[in-house]
């Protein structure tokens, strides 16, 4: 499984950004997918998880401000970010797991940066 994600940037606190993964490969292995960030000396993080049958789990930090979603049909995961705080700055990682645990596959990061 290959995953691209797509749509960071810069923006100024409260503004909004949307990412998007699109996953390609053996999709028919995948599970649970899901965003991670991780800022600068921090450690990679989970930011939201969204199952195969949609059922969603956010951070405390950003329960009410982000929404994750996917497109089984597009094999793409998305997260809407509201709200935007500059603590929310970091590279932000998809993430698919194979449903059967066997694998997790990451993307390549994008970067949002929220200036004040």
């Known amino acids: 499984v290959q995953l691209q994600a797509s749509g960071g940037g810069l923006v100024q606190a409260g503004g909004s950004l949307r990412l998007s993964c699109a996953a390609s490969g053996r999709i028919f292995s995948i599970g649970d997918m899901g965003w991670y960030c991780q800022a600068p000396g921090k450690q990679r993080e989970l930011v939201a998880l969204?199952?195969?049958?949609?059922?969603?789990n956010y951070a405390d930090s950003v329960k009410g401000r982000f929404s994750i979603s996917r497109d089984n049909a597009k094999n793409t995961v998305y997260l809407q970010m509201s709200s935007l705080k500059p603590e929310d700055t970091a590279v932000y990682y998809c993430?698919?797991?194979?449903?059967?645990?066997?694998?997790?596959?990451w993307g390549q990061g994008t970067q949002v940066t929220v200036s004040s």
């Open positions: 969204i199952t195969r049958s949609g059922s969603t």
């Open positions: 993430n698919a797991d194979d449903f059967r645990g066997l694998a997790k596959w």
